[in-house]
């Protein structure tokens, strides 16, 4: 199987940065799409930020600007720069990987277990 693990979480002030970093490991052979949501207490899981395996990115309007997603195909990561960060971007960050294992395979979403962020005031 495919494990995802965040790393990067962490306590920071509003204004300040937090570096998320997602690696994926076991039989892949190919990751398409990547990306991170998030969660709240009491909210839905939203999306931030996706990224294709060519580099094309999409961001939540919220986070536009602020935020940064990028991937090291050779290394299987993914990556979350967040700056400026505010008190309502404090949330559960999943990993998210569309995963091939195999060239005849069609793809699987993979989450990774979540890092908590928190933003104080």
């Known amino acids: 199987q495919v494990q995802l693990v965040e790393s990067g979480g962490g306590l920071v002030q509003a204004g300040g940065s937090l570096r998320l970093s997602c690696a994926a490991s076991?039989?892949?052979?190919?990751?398409?799409?990547m990306g991170w949501y998030r969660q709240a207490p009491g909210k839905q899981r939203e999306l931030v930020a996706v990224?294709?395996?060519?580099?094309?990115?999409n961001y939540a309007d919220s986070v536009k600007g602020r935020f940064s997603i990028s991937r090291d195909n050779a290394k299987n990561t993914v990556y979350l720069q967040m700056n400026s960060l505010k008190p309502e971007d404090t949330a559960v960050y999943y990993c998210?990987?569309?995963?091939?294992?195999?060239?005849?395979?069609?793809?699987?979403?993979?989450w990774g277990q979540g890092t908590q962020v928190t933003v104080s005031s």
């Open positions: 998210s990987a569309d995963v091939q294992v195999a060239v005849t395979s069609s793809n699987y979403r993979n």
């Open positions: 076991g039989s892949i052979f190919r990751l398409n799409v």
């Open positions: 990224i294709a395996s060519g580099g094309v990115t």
